[in-house]
C-alpha cells in the first residue's frame, strides 16, 4: 500500500471527530474562543438543538480581515508561537483545531470587527477552506459565528446524535459550567427563540452565589460552605456541600483549573477522601471549586477536547486540596451553621412574643421530662464526663432568656400578661434546674463554662429538654427547637477523641482487673498474634491463650464500658479483611470508627438532663459533630418559623 497524504478537507474531517462530538462541543470551543478574545458578553441562540443553528455572538477583540481566513485552517493560532508559550499556557484555547474542524463539517459565517477598521468583514465556508471571499459587512466591535446544517456532510456521524431536546441539555450544560468558571461574563442562551439562560455580570460575593444558586439550585447555596485556601503557590476556592446534600451521582461536581473545566480523576478522588469521614457509603459530595496554580505546573496539551490536564506535582495538589476541604468540613461547628440562619431571622426571632396558654392545666409538670427522669448511675453511665454543667451556668442562660423576652413583650402587651407567660416559662423550665441541682450536687468539684454561645447566653445547640424514645435529645436554642440522635453523636464524639489520641502517639488504656476472656477461633487467634502491635498501638492488650482463646488485658479508656468480647472480633474481623500491615495502616481510621461505634451510648439508654447537656457540649467542642462516622446527620435544627408553618400560625 502506498503512502499518500490526506487531502486537508478529509484531514479536517477526521480532527473534527476528536474536537465536535456533538452541538455542545461547538457551543464549548466557540464561547471559549470568544473568552479568549476579552469578550465580557456573549449571546448564544441555538436552533434544533443545534443541528440547525448555533450562532455565538460576542463584544472581543475582533478578528482583523487579513486574519479571517487564516483562522479557519487547522494548527492557527494567535495565542502560542514558541514551545516555551506551550508550557505556559494562559487561554483556554491554543491548539488551532477547533475552527478547522467545525468548518469542516458544517456551513460557517464568520463576521468581525476590530477597533480602527472602517468596517467589519464577512467570510462563508461549506465544509472547506480555500479561495474563500471576503466580503464587508454591518457589525460592532467584537465577532459572531453562525454554524449550519452542522454533520451536513458527514451523515454517519449525524446518525450518532439524540434528539433534540437531549443535545440542547448538553448544550445548556456547557453553558452553565462556562458560567460557574466566569463571574465578569455575561452570557444569554435561547433554543428555537425562547430563553433558557439570562446572566448578569456577577461582581459581589452576593451576586456569585445567585449565580452558583440558579445553577447547583438554592439548597447547595443554603447549605454550602466557603473555601479558600492557600500554599505552596496553590490556591483553592469556592464552595463544597454539607455532606448531608451528597447525590448518588457525580453531576454536581463542579473543577476549574486556571479558569478551564476539567474533567480531571485526581481532583474527583482528592475531594471524594476529603469527605471520607463524613459521608455515607456510595454517596457522593456537591463542589464547585476553583484551583489556580501556576500555569508551568499544569500540563493542558493532554487531549484536543482540553478537559484532561496533567499537574507535574500530582502528590501536593492532592494532598493540597484534601486537606483543605478537610479542614473546612473539621471547622463546620454547631457555632457556624447557627450563624449561617442569618442575621434577618434572628432579628425576626428576638422580635417575636411567645404565645403561652397559661391556664393551670398548660404549666408543665414533672412528667414532660419522666423519660429522662432517671439519676445517675455512675456503673451505667457510659458518657465520659469531663466536667458538668453547673446550676448557676444553666439557669442562668435561661434567667437571661426570660429577661429578654420580658422586655420584648412588656412594649406590646399587658403587664399582667407578661408576668404570666414568664411564670409559665419558669415552669417549663423548673424540672432541669432540679436535675441539674442534684447532679451539681454530686459533682461539685466540677463544673464548666457554655463555650460559645451567643448573647443571650444561650449555647448554639441549646439546652436539653427531654429524651424522646431513648434515641432522641430535644433540646431549646435561640432559633428553636434541636434535635439530636444522641448514639449518631456520641459516636462521632468518641471517634474524634480516639482519632486525637491515635495520631499523638498511643491510645489511652484502662487496666482491667479481671482479664476478659474471649472465646475465637483458630484463625482469629493467630490474627491476633500477628496483629498484636496493632492492638496495642489501639489501646488493647491482647494474649493468646491456647489454640482458640484470647485474654484481653488493657482497652481503651473510652470504650471502658463496651463489650469486649465483640469489640476484640470485630478487629480481628476487620484485620483479617485487610489481610497485611500496609493495608491495615491505610485502613486505620475505619479500625477507629468500628471501635467508637462500640462505645457509644445506645438506643434505649434513658440518660438524665445533665448527660444530655454534656453531650451537647461535647458535639459543639468536637470536630465533624455534623456527621457520625458513616455519614449521617447527628442533629438537625427545627426554626420558630418553620413550626410556625407546621401549625399554621400566622394566617
Known amino acids: 500500500m502506498k503512502i499518500h497524504r490526506l487531502d486537508p478537507l478529509l484531514a479536517n474531517q477526521i480532527a473534527a471527530g476528536e474536537v465536535v462530538e456533538r452541538p455542545a462541543a461547538v457551543v464549548k470551543e466557540l464561547v471559549e474562543n470568544s473568552l479568549d478574545a476579552g469578550a465580557t458578553e456573549i449571546e448564544i441562540s441555538i436552533e434544533q438543538g443545534g443541528l440547525g443553528l448555533i450562532k455565538i455572538r460576542d463584544n472581543g477583540s475582533g478578528i482583523s480581515k487579513e486574519d479571517l481566513p487564516l483562522a479557519l485552517h487547522r494548527h492557527a493560532t494567535s495565542k502560542i508561537s514558541t514551545v516555551e508559550d506551550l508550557e505556559n499556557v494562559l487561554s483556554l484555547g491554543f491548539r488551532g483545531e477547533a475552527l478547522a474542524s467545525i468548518c469542516a463539517v458544517s456551513r460557517l459565517t464568520l463576521t468581525s470587527a476590530v477597533a480602527g477598521e472602517p468596517s467589519a468583514w464577512q467570510i462563508k465556508s461549506e465544509g472547506q477552506v480555500d479561495n474563500l471571499e471576503i466580503i464587508p459587512a454591518a457589525h460592532p466591535i467584537g465577532t459572531t459565528i453562525e454554524v449550519r446544517d452542522l454533520f451536513f456532510n458527514t451523515p454517519a456521524r449525524r446518525k450518532f446524535l439524540r434528539s433534540d431536546k437531549t443535545e440542547f441539555s448538553h448544550i445548556e450544560t456547557v453553558v452553565k459550567r462556562i458560567l460557574l468558571s466566569r463571574f465578569d461574563i455575561a452570557i444569554s442562551l435561547t433554543h428555537n427563540q425562547r430563553s433558557v439562560v439570562q446572566s448578569k455580570i456577577a461582581t459581589t460575593i452576593q451576586q456569585q452565589e445567585a449565580r452558583v444558586a440558579s445553577i447547583c439550585g438554592d439548597e447547595f447555596i443554603q447549605h454550602a460552605l466557603a473555601i479558600d485556601s492557600e500554599a505552596a503557590g496553590l490556591r483553592l476556592w469556592g464552595w463544597i456541600g454539607l455532606p448531608t446534600l451528597s447525590r448518588t451521582q457525580t453531576d454536581k461536581q ?40 501556576d500555569p508551568f505546573g499544569v500540563d493542558v496539551n493532554v487531549h484536543p477536547t482540553k478537559h484532561e490536564v496533567r499537574f507535574r506535582e500530582s502528590r501536593l495538589v492532592h494532598d493540597f486540596i484534601r486537606r483543605s476541604i478537610q479542614r473546612v468540613l473539621a471547622e463546620n461547628s454547631p457555632q457556624q451553621q447557627m450563624a449561617r ?72 402587651t399587658k403587664p399582667h400578661l407578661v408576668e404570666e407567660q414568664m411564670a409559665a416559662y419558669t415552669a417549663m423550665h423548673a424540672v432541669a434546674d432540679e ?84 472465646s475465637v477461633s483458630s484463625q482469629e487467634a493467630d490474627c491476633a498474634e500477628e496483629f498484636s502491635d496493632i492492638f496495642s498501638r489501639l489501646g488493647l492488650t491482647v494474649e493468646r491463650h491456647g489454640e482458640s482463646s484470647l485474654a484481653v488485658r488493657h482497652v481503651p479508656t473510652l470504650l471502658q464500658n463496651a463489650d469486649i468480647a465483640q469489640l ?47 453531650l451537647l457540649r461535647d458535639m459543639e467542642r468536637t470536630e465533624r459533630s455534623g456527621q457520625c462516622n458513616h455519614g449521617r446527620p447527628t442533629w438537625s435544627q427545627m426554626s420558630l418559623a418553620e413550626l410556625d408553618k407546621l401549625f399554621l400560625r400566622g394566617r
Open 254 to 293: 463542579f473543577f476549574y483549573v486556571n479558569g478551564r473545566v476539567v474533567r480531571d480523576k485526581l481532583l474527583t478522588h482528592a475531594l471524594r477522601q476529603a469527605y471520607d469521614d463524613v459521608l455515607m457509603h456510595g454517596r457522593h459530595p456537591v463542589a464547585v471549586l476553583f484551583l489556580e496554580l
Open 341 to 412: 440562619m442569618g442575621a434577618a431571622e434572628r432579628s425576626d426571632l428576638l422580635n417575636t412574643v411567645p404565645i403561652l396558654n397559661t391556664s393551670e392545666s398548660s404549666i408543665p409538670q414533672q412528667g414532660i421530662l419522666s423519660l429522662s427522669s432517671n439519676k445517675i448511675d455512675p456503673e451505667k453511665n457510659d458518657i465520659s464526663f469531663r466536667s458538668s454543667e453547673s446550676r448557676t451556668n444553666y439557669s442562668g442562660a435561661h434567667s437571661t432568656e426570660m429577661s429578654a423576652y420580658y422586655e420584648r413583650a412588656s412594649a406590646a
Open 435 to 518: 436535675l441539674t441541682e442534684q447532679f451539681t450536687a454530686q459533682h461539685s468539684n466540677t463544673s464548666i463554662s457554655v463555650e460559645q454561645s451567643d448573647s443571650s447566653g444561650i449555647p448554639p445547640l441549646g439546652f436539653a429538654l427531654a429524651q424522646l424514645k431513648g434515641i432522641y435529645i430535644l433540646a431549646e436554642n435561640q432559633h428553636g427547637l434541636v434535635i439530636v440522635d444522641m448514639h449518631a453523636a456520641h459516636e462521632r464524639i468518641n471517634y474524634e477523641k480516639l482519632k486525637s489520641q491515635f495520631a499523638a502517639g498511643k491510645i489511652i488504656a484502662q487496666t482491667m482487673l479481671i482479664p476478659v476472656t474471649v
Open 568 to 614: 476484640v472480633k470485630d478487629v480481628i474481623a476487620d484485620l483479617i479483611t485487610y489481610e497485611n500491615s500496609e493495608r491495615v495502616e491505610s485502613h486505620m481510621n475505619e479500625l477507629l470508627a468500628s471501635m467508637a461505634c462500640h462505645g457509644s451510648v445506645r438506643a434505649n439508654r434513658p440518660l438524665t438532663i445533665p448527660e444530655m447537656n454534656q
